[in-house]
């Protein structure tokens, strides 16, 4: 494995770095607007089978009865245009698994991000999705061997319809909340990974999602199955330019870990400020299994995520380890959801977050464990750090119990750094900022550390960095 | 239905729905225009004897001990007031200015359908106003039977510097739906204990509204047990205005077979160096239902806050259920605010440990639940309102 510190000058994720974008020459346009034709559209030129289109169409017909939930939700939803996004854009080239096929502006970017050198050093495969298509796809040999398919959504569909089918929408159907609506009503792209029963996945396979054009939308839908015994750890990140206009990400990740099975599901999320990022994830635990969602957001305007774990098998594990970084203008509205379903399951949820400038940080969870259940155990952390005078900072847990023998246990904190500390490292010598910037690394350290380490320290960077100009 | 009553709120009212977060937990349907309706229109003539046995129980336990207590009683045709002391007690007519009676009905119409029955009910009901002036102390212990006065508006005044603490009792022991609200406010320095005990029939629904106004210096402290009430909501809302305000209050929700709890508070801290706490304990059990969504507001010049939350439940039986959810929203950055949320059953090592001391079960988990909600109850100032409250448990 190549030395962490060249793997970390590789990996390249500040937002700058990302700040670039290429002319908009596009062979597949659906146009503006979302209009049944504009779902037609994208289904013929996937070449779907009628089934898919039907569950298109009755996606739309569902998102556009729904209304936005800014009863609960923030208000900032209803800016949202979506009469004004362009739903479908694809450069036409075929997926590749050679970055030398990869068109030049396509191989390019993901260059400049990173990517091809990360696979190298450390991947057991790629997925790299350029606006609504895969542009590569790669996975190293022996795992094909093995039986572990990973491929992109499309390709999951048409190669593996028997395992996809059984699948596909099961996690979170139609009609669980307006946007999963309409990401079932336009997905492209996104991941499908299967990992046969008892096959451990070594190292992590990877997806990079990446936003070209503007006032843009991009619908992944990710489907990881892990079957009976089966583990594998999944990384994604994504980066767009920043537009004056706005843009929007509303993906879909459904997880099914089967009896026994591990999954990890690592996000590390800088999007630019423009971004709407409205994603539904959620996972399905069968007996024995163990899920663990590790999520990181730094960018992006406005980001509502809350990973689930349904743990529906005895016995099973749910865990979420959540921070969010919440800049000037930014709010993450981000948290996590643990339904336990069955006997003797337990969760853990921690969540820490730092509010800069008038940045919001908000946790809503929910925790719930009905009268049919025993033994089930939950404990949710979250902790919030303000950094400025006008930083805002909210928590929205909810808790249901009842059954037999069961436990939850909750606690928040509020607070600013410490005037000691940042004093006793100032005494020793450390700028304002320096010192500044090593409580905020010191308070989230923790978190960090349960990242990959190639992406633990490009974290504490990325952190560093967003606490620029946030002192005095 | 109550000559007085407006009945075109069912029509007009905003009656809470699913999209209505503060009532989220709640029993919608118990809760909604149609059942208002019907407990409204009366027809209730069973009395639970055991409900009704507070009031006589209570003033006969003020005539023996409460000493220095001052007395309001709502539990006949006339209200009376046993006035010993400096303090001014008396009805909202005499005591009021029109103007301060119509901002008491305006904080209770602020609370949407439920606010606005019990200000179409207020002039025909009791309203009692209790005040300290500067630098007095007094006591009063407020009785109050619904079926006299389906509605019970508590203004109470403590003057700067003055120290006051009120005992209030609450009996419903016919069905039907009842109103109070208890409007506080404590000026500069004064010093306010505030308890409250309340009992209902299994087909009686209480509506109940607290809210506080704390000046600089000053401190409101108290608890509030709800025991033996099928379907209560209550309210509370204490505002923090000054530095150095402080308030603590407490909560026991103490349901069992179909009960239904209902609990909503906020702490509002809107200027700085101020500090609250709240803490509540839920005990459920059979098929009861405890519900508590408790804010803390600290607004943008509220730094040198200090707010704290804790909802404990003691879950009894399988179907027992408790929906909790403790929120923080936070504009200030120089504050200590934190809370916690805690549900578990009976600890089965303390059983054990008492079971090997020759304690039969029912009666280890008796001192279970005693220890349990002992946290609550040791808040209560007055010891002679907590033995009543005990003997009543």
Redesign the interface.
Known sequence: MADAKETVSSLNLDRQAGNFSYAEDYAYDAGVGLTPEVVKYISGVKGEDQWILDFRLKALDAFTRMENPT??ATKRLDELDFSKIRYYLAKGARKTRSWDEVPDDVKETFERLGVPEQERAFLAGVEAQFDSESAYSNMKAHLEKMGVIFVDSTEGLMKYPEIFRKYFGKVIPIGDNKYSALNSAVFSGGSFIYVPKGVKVPQPLQAYFRINAESFGQFERTLIIADEGAELMYMEGCTAPRFETSTLHSAVVELVALKGAKIQYVTVQNWSDNVFNLVTKRAVAHEGAEVRWIDCNIGSGLTMKYPAVILKGKGAKGEVVSIALANKSQHQDTGAKMLHMADGTSSNIISKSISIADGRASYRGQVYMP?SV?DCKNNTVCD?L???????????????????????????????LSEEQIFYMRARGLSEKEAVSLAVNGFVNDLVKQFPMEYSVELKRLIEMQMEGSVG | MNPFFDSDIFERAAFPDRKNQDWRFSDLKGWGAENARRLMSGGFNEVDSYVASGTAELLDAYGKCFEGFDRVLCADAEMTYSVKGALKIGDFKTMLSEREEEDFLLVARSRGAYGEMFASLASSSGNVSIEAPEGVSGKVLVIWDSSKYPALGLRIKAGRNSNLEICSADFSPVGGLYFKETMLDVSEGARVEFSSFAQSASDARIFEMLSADIAANASLNGASVCSGCSSIRKEAALNLLGVGADAHMSFLQNASGKDWHDLRTWQRHKSEGASSRIDVKNIIDQSARASFIGEILVGKAAQKTKAYQSCRTLQLSRCARVDASPILEIEANDVECSHGCAVSGPNKDELFYMACRGLCDKAARALQVEGFARSVLEKISSAEFLNFIYGRL
């Open positions: 009863h609960w009268p025993s919030a303000l950094i400025n005078t006008n930083s805002r900072t909210d928590t929205y847990p909810a808790v249901t119990c009842s059954g037999e023998n069961n436990s939850v246990q909750h606690e928040a904190s509020v607070s600013k």
